[in-house]
C-alpha cells in the first residue's frame, strides 16, 4: 500500500494529465457528437436520395423499354394483318369462315391479343375471334371506335381505352384494311384488355418495392397502375402532376409529388411514342416513406457506430493508462 502511495505520488503528474486529456476528449465529443451526427446524415440522406433518384431513372428507362417493345409488336402484328390477302379478300367478300380462320390463327401465334375482329368497309362485322364472348357477323360497327379509328388512319394506330363490343375495358390497335388501288375496305383491329396487359407487361420492380409504375394511354386514361390492371375507365391527367406535365411537356426529370395511393413520391415520366401510332405515358414512382425510413435506419447504425467508437476509445485510453501505470511501477520495484 505505501508503495502505491509512493508511486501515485511520484508519478501524479501523469495521471492528471491523462484524466486532463480523457475529460477533454469526452468534452470534445459530447459538444461534437450532435454536429458530426447532423453532418453525417446529410452526407448519408444525399447519397441515398441520389441512389435512389438513379434507381428510379433505371426503373423508368426499364420500364419504358419493355411497353415499347411490346406494343411495337402489336402495332406490327395489327399491319401484317391488314396487308394480308386473305384478310383484304375476307374484308372486301365479306367472307366470315375464312376471315374467322385467319384471325383464330394469328391470335394463337401473337398471344397478345384477348380478340382481333375484321370490319368490313360498310362497317358491318366480318368476323371476330375472341376467348370470352361473340359479335354476330352483320352486325354494325359504324360507330365502333376501332372502325372510325382504323377509317381514319393511314396506318396502325394504338385507340385510347374503351369498353368493347364485349363489355370489356380495353385498348386496341387498329388498321385501315385497302385494297391493290389503296381503296378502303375495311379496318381489323386487336383488343388488349387491361388483366391481359399487367400480365403480360410486368411494370414491377424484383429488387426494390420502393418503385411503383403508372401507365396511361395518350389521353391520361389509367391502364396499369402498381402492375395491376385498373378496374374501370379512370382519367388521371388532374390528380397526378407529373402525368399532366409529361403530356405538356413530353418528358418530366425526377420531382417530388404524390402517387395514386395519395403517397409522397420521387416521380419521373417519359412518353412512350410510336411515331404516327399514337403514344402512351409512364410516371414512375419512388416512396418517399421508403426512402426514409432507410434514412432513418442508415442514421441509426451510423449513430450507434459513433457512439461504440467514442466508448471504445475512452476505454482503451484508460487501459493505456493503467497499462503505463503498471509498467513504471514494475519498472521501479525492479530497480529496487
Do not use: C
Not at 6 to 11: D, N
Not at 184 to 204: C, D, E, N
Not at 224 to 229: D, E
Not at 314 to 327: D, E, H, M, N, R
Request: overall charge neutral.
Amino acid at each position: 500500500m505505501e508503495k502505491l502511495r509512493t508511486h501515485t505520488k511520484r508519478h501524479g503528474l501523469l495521471y492528471i494529465i491523462s484524466v486532463i486529456i480523457l475529460l477533454f476528449i469526452i468534452a470534445a465529443a459530447t459538444l461534437n457528437y450532435h454536429t458530426i451526427i447532423a453532418s453525417r446524415k446529410a452526407f448519408y440522406t444525399s447519397t441515398l436520395e441520389q441512389q435512389g433518384l438513379s434507381g428510379l431513372s433505371l426503373y423508368q428507362e426499364g420500364s419504358s423499354t419493355l411497353v415499347k417493345q411490346y406494343f411495337t409488336e402489336a402495332l406490327g402484328t395489327i399491319t401484317n394483318l391488314a396487308s394480308d390477302q386473305g384478310v383484304q379478300q375476307a374484308a372486301a367478300g365479306s367472307q366470315s369462315a375464312a376471315a374467322l380462320a385467319i384471325l383464330n390463327q394469328q391470335r394463337m401465334i401473337s398471344g397478345q391479343f384477348d380478340s382481333l375482329t375484321i370490319i368490313s368497309g360498310s362497317g358491318k362485322m366480318v368476323a371476330i375471334s375472341s376467348n370470352s364472348g361473340n359479335v354476330a357477323p352483320g352486325t354494325d360497327e359504324t360507330q365502333s371506335p376501332a372502325f372510325l379509328a382504323g377509317k381514319g388512319a393511314d396506318s396502325a394506330v394504338l385507340i385510347p381505352v374503351h369498353y368493347s363490343q364485349l363489355n370489356r375495358n380495353v385498348l386496341s390497335v387498329a388498321a385501315p384494311i385497302k385494297d391493290k388501288n389503296g381503296r378502303f375496305i375495311g379496318t381489323v383491329s386487336g383488343a388488349i384488355t387491361l388483366a391481359s396487359l399487367a400480365q403480360h407487361v410486368q411494370l414491377s420492380s424484383q429488387y426494390d418495392s420502393a418503385f411503383s409504375t403508372l401507365l396511361t394511354d395518350a389521353s391520361g386514361n389509367a391502364l396499369v397502375w402498381q402492375n395491376k390492371a385498373v378496374q374501370s375507365i379512370s382519367n388521371e391527367v388532374a390528380s397526378e402532376p407529373t402525368l399532366k406535365a409529361l403530356m405538356r411537356q413530353g418528358t418530366v426529370p425526377a420531382n417530388e409529388e404524390y402517387n395514386l395511393a395519395q403517397v409522397d413520391s420521387f416521380a419521373q415520366g417519359s412518353a412512350v411514342d410510336f411515331g404516327a401510332a399514337g403514344k402512351l405515358y409512364l410516371v414512375s414512382f419512388y416512396d418517399v416513406n421508403e426512402y426514409q425510413k432507410r434514412v432513418n435506419e442508415g442514421m441509426q447504425d451510423i449513430t450507434t457506430t459513433f457512439s461504440g467508437f467514442i466508448i471504445r476509445d475512452g476505454v482503451l485510453f484508460l487501459l493505456a493508462v493503467v497499462i503505463i501505470g503498471i509498467t513504471i511501477r514494475v519498472y521501479e520495484a525492479r530497480r529496487a
